[in-house]
């Protein structure tokens, strides 16, 4: 594995851009996409501290609910009631859990992570195609991390470096279990994010978007705000985190707001994430960091899962990729 300073040196001789300045690319670019969760954009300062959280001792799979129990009743349940009979949290994991089942899905991600003033874009890439299923976490900016990931059957395999050209990348295969424990999620998880009754703040709204809520859009389809809670929400998330920019410690969240857009369905259309966060690399220098990132979702046609060949055709036209169920 490459981490984020891995040209701190380089970029600073040969740019004149300083270390220091670099460094908080590295943090403003750290957050890994998975399947639309996670980005990060605008800084409020520098070297303020933020606040230590101590993960350790909260276990992530207490967190969730029972996803079984929810799509029996989702199966049960009227098209005409689902507002009625569903809290938000429910209708996004019934919309993440549609979506897994399928056979053949694409999602792609478009966004953008601000550290005081520098800013770096972020794009990402999921997929699955039968049992094969596919990740690329992309953060382009001062410092540049081009991420790959397959998992099939209990191996996942991994291409991690500082430019597009994967094929001169050693590839590094590990166990799906080793994966989760430097990740803090399998390729194959729809999301980084805990999403559940237990992570979910009701009538409170740190980001300052709309609190948690869900309402019928003219469409037919429906509007889902989710406000998270800022610890036990990113449990998993910033491990992910701490492991792509090798830093000091987990980041502190300030606030995780997420907006989805469902079909009549509750099949998943689109998602934004924002998010605020305080990191610091393992070097001592800190931010305070803001992103957004918009993810499309289609599934049902076939799906040709990427090698080492470029993926910018998807982040180029992503305003107009086609969401939703297309024919096989």
């Known amino acids: 594995m490459q981490d984020s300073a891995f040209s701190k040196e380089a970029l600073s001789e040969s740019t004149g851009i300083s270390k220091k300045t670099i460094v908080i690319y590295s943090v403003a670019g750290l957050l890994a996409v998975s399947l639309g969760i996670g980005a990060g954009l605008g800084a409020a300062s520098l070297l303020k501290g933020g606040t230590n959280v101590d993960y350790a001792g909260i ?4 967190l969730t609910d029972d996803l079984d129990a929810l799509m029996a009743k989702y199966e049960k349940t ?3 009631d689902y507002l009625s009979t569903f809290q938000p949290y429910e209708m996004v994991n019934i919309a993440n859990s549609l979506f897994m089942e399928q056979e053949n899905y694409c999602s792609v991600a478009v966004g953008s992570s601000k550290a005081s003033i520098v800013t770096q874009g972020i ?25 790959r990931m397959w998992e099939e059957g209990d191996t996942t395999t991994i291409r991690w470096g500082s430019t597009s050209d994967y094929a001169s990348m050693t590839p590094e295969s590990m166990s799906n279990d080793d994966y989760v424990t430097k990740m803090g999620r399998k390729v194959s998880d729809f999301s980084s994010y805990i ?12 980001s300052g978007l709309s609190v948690t809520s869900a309402e019928k859009t ?3 389809g429906y509007k889902v705000e989710l406000e998270l809670d800022t610890v036990k929400s990113v449990v998993n998330y910033v491990t992910q985190m701490q492991t792509i920019s ?13 907006t989805y857009y469902l079909d009549a369905q509750l ?4 998602s934004t994430s924002y998010e605020r966060y305080y990191a610091k690399t393992s070097s001592g220098i800190g931010s305070y960091c803001e992103g957004s990132l918009t993810s499309k979702y289609q599934w049902g046609g076939e799906v040709s899962i990427p090698s080492t060949e470029s993926t910018d055709d998807y982040y ?3 305003d107009t990729f086609i969401t939703g169920e297309i024919n096989k």
């Not at 276990?59 to 207490?62: L, T």
């Not at 999403?195 to 740190?206: A, W």
């Not at 830093?247 to 300030?254: C, G, N, R, T, V």
Request: proline share 3%; aromatic share 10%; hydrophobic share 25%.
């Open 78 to 80: 009227d098209e005409a």
């Open 267 to 270: 099949r998943p259309i689109s």
């Open 195 to 206: 999403v559940s009754s237990k992570t979910t703040l009701i009538d409170t709204s740190n």
């Open 316 to 318: 180029e036209n992503f």
């Open 123 to 147: 794009y990402g890439l999921h997929m699955r195609s039968g049992d094969t299923y596919f990740e690329e976490s992309i953060s382009n900016g001062m410092v540049n991390l081009y991420d």
């Open 218 to 220: 003219e469409d037919g």
């Open 246 to 258: 090798n830093l000091a410690s987990k980041p502190s969240f300030i606030y995780c707001h997420l």
């Open 59 to 62: 276990d992530g799979d207490s």
